[in-house]
């Protein structure tokens, strides 16, 4: 038998299911996780023999609030001691309208625990851990592929009718550096020449995209299985059309910041740091992000990196200081990092930046508008530009206080 442990906090919950006559059943990805010695948070489990999602909720809401925001999926949301549990029902899907949500979700408590986890995509997904038995459900042969590093789907009919699959496989393959089985790989194949693709939103499959650099070691691995499908929709057509050392390097430098990619702030700099290194080598970057994006901030963050050019060689203080003023130098360095990783301009770029205290953001104006107009200055189209120049000013001569540079404006109001 193999071994199988959860959090013992949890029993409390358990025992309480059960002596209502309800056997719970930890399902899915932490299962999963747990055999590829991945830790989680986040927890399945599935319950049988119950009687009424109304009785769930009861017994639950002794352990915390109860979120039924998938009530109508039989869905029960509980964060308990820092593990956040989703409770659901047996149940069927039945394909009845394009997309991946075009399913009829249909609770059926005298579905077998083999029966319900053949809606479930991959064998290695279609695990469960019976608490109460202490006993692994395996009908699919999940673990055996876990220890061959393969991906099988549990039933090729029902995978090919969720577009959002092919997704998943590509980057489950991506991030456990996963082979994918050959009859699977080849329903791919015959999704991909059929444009099923087309039937998702572009916002699902960035969130699809999302996941692979956040997750994957090797996010190289992914697009190249998609270039390997002859994947074309949401611009990969532009992406794999290029030259083969182009292409060779922008998959590259996805790889080199998955491995410093703990130094960014967050998820969305993540995101937008490796969008930025995708469209490296296009000749139309913009294009390509519409295609999977409708996000006015996002395409304008990921843009201003690829388009930022600076001297790497540049000695010059005042240029680091400018150059924060455009960018936030902490991600751009990072950017820069996993373009050229061995360039060492990159770490004196970093020092630089926080000697002079515009690592993260750039140095406050000491002069703005309302200065200028009590000095007697008129609101003018060159307002702006006088800023700008007194901004430089103060980087170029070092000046500290905002006195010494309206000083300068009094001595030199008929220039201004």
Same mark, same amino acid.
């Given at each position: 038998m193999n071994r199988f442990n959860y959090p013992s906090i949890l029993d409390t919950i358990f025992t309480s299911l059960n002596?209502?006559? $309800?056997?719970?059943?930890?399902?899915?990805?932490?299962? #999963?996780?747990?055999? =590829?010695?991945?830790?989680?948070?986040? $927890?399945?489990i599935e319950l049988y023999n119950s009687s009424s999602l109304t009785q769930l909720i009861k017994i639950l809401e002794q352990f915390g609030s109860v979120n039924c925001v998938g009530k109508s999926f039989a869905v029960l949301k509980l964060h308990y001691k820092g593990y956040d549990l989703d409770f659901s029902l047996p149940r069927k899907d039945n394909k009845v309208a394009k997309g991946h949500k075009g399913f009829v979700i249909t609770v059926d408590n005298a579905l077998s625990f083999e029966e319900a986890s053949k809606r479930r995509d991959f064998t290695i997904n279609a695990m469960g851990y019976d608490v109460i038995e202490k006993k692994l459900l395996d009908p699919h042969k999940g673990l055996e592929d876990l220890h061959k590093k393969c991906l099988r789907a549990v039933d090729l009919q029902s995978f090919s009718q969720d577009p959002l699959r092919l997704l998943r496989a590509v980057g489950f393959a991506s991030r456990f550096e996963f082979s994918i089985e050959k009859k699977l790989f080849l329903l791919m194949q015959s999704m991909v020449r059929e444009e099923i693709l087309k039937e998702l939103p572009k916002e699902r499959v960035l969130e699809e995209i999302k996941k692979i650099f956040l997750k994957s070691k090797k996010p190289s691995v992914a697009f190249y299985l998609l270039n390997e499908l002859s994947f074309k929709e949401f611009g990969m057509k532009e992406l794999f059309k290029l030259q083969k050392t182009d292409l060779q390097q922008t998959l590259q430098s996805l790889d080199n910041f998955s491995k410093i990619k703990q130094n960014a702030k967050d998820e969305t700099e993540i995101l937008i740091i490796m969008l930025a290194l995708l469209v490296q080598k296009l000749p139309n970057?913009?294009?390509? !992000?519409?295609?999977?994006?409708?996000?006015?901030?996002?395409?304008?963050?990921? !843009?201003?990196?690829?388009?930022?050019?600076?001297?790497?060689?540049?000695?010059?203080?005042?240029?680091?200081?400018?150059?924060?003023?455009?960018?936030?130098? #902490? #991600?751009?360095?990072?950017?820069?990092?996993?373009?050229?990783p061995h360039k060492k301009e990159i770490s004196h770029l970093r020092e630089e930046a926080k000697k002079i205290g515009v690592y993260e953001k750039a140095?406050?104006?000491?002069?703005?508008?309302?200065?200028? $107009?009590?000095?007697?200055?008129?609101?003018?189209?060159?307002?702006?530009? $006088? !800023?700008?120049? =007194?901004?430089?000013?103060?980087?170029?001569?070092?000046?500290?206080?905002?006195?010494? !540079?309206?000083?300068?404006?009094?001595?030199?109001?008929s220039y201004f």
């Open positions: 002596k209502e006559g $309800i056997k719970p059943l930890i399902i899915g990805g932490y299962v #999963r996780d747990y055999f =590829l010695d991945i830790a989680s948070k986040d $927890i399945d970057p913009q294009s390509f !992000l519409l295609q999977l994006t409708n996000s006015k901030k996002l395409l304008k963050e990921v !843009l201003q990196l690829h388009e930022l050019s600076f001297d790497l060689d540049t000695e010059n203080k005042v240029a680091i200081a400018k150059l924060a003023k455009k960018i936030n130098i #902490r #991600r751009y360095s990072l950017y820069l990092e996993a373009l050229y140095l406050p104006a000491l002069v703005n508008g309302n200065d200028l $107009i009590k000095k007697g200055l008129k609101p003018s189209k060159n307002f702006q530009k $006088i !800023l700008t120049s =007194l901004y430089n000013k103060q980087l170029e001569e070092d000046i500290k206080t905002k006195e010494e !540079l309206l000083s300068f404006v009094e001595a030199h109001s």
